[in-house]
């Protein structure tokens, strides 16, 4: 289980009382509904400063390379020919 630890934010008396009427309505503690609203678009943000987008000249380029041949690479060969060092392998 993931260790549980504490985010303070700062909000006037107006805010955090609005939040936590929309909670009550929800049925949600304060906690619970700022997290199903706060950590959908922080995985999403995230995820995206992750993808790799290419233009469709790029992609062309990039998947023109994954159809090709595989290179011989007699070095590779020769070491996955070899009998493993190690036991039950």
Do not use: C, H
């Amino acid at each position: 289980m993931a260790t549980i630890t504490r985010i303070d934010i700062r909000v006037d008396e107006e805010k955090k009382l609005i939040i936590a009427k929309a909670a009550e309505m929800a049925g949600l503690t304060i906690t619970q509904y700022v997290m199903g609203l706060v950590w959908p678009d922080a995985e999403r943000r995230v995820a995206e400063n992750y993808k790799v987008q290419l233009s469709a000249r790029d992609w062309k380029a990039f998947t023109d390379r994954l159809d090709e041949a595989p290179k011989e690479l007699p070095a590779l060969k020769s070491l996955l020919s070899r009998e493993s060092r190690f036991q039950d392998a």
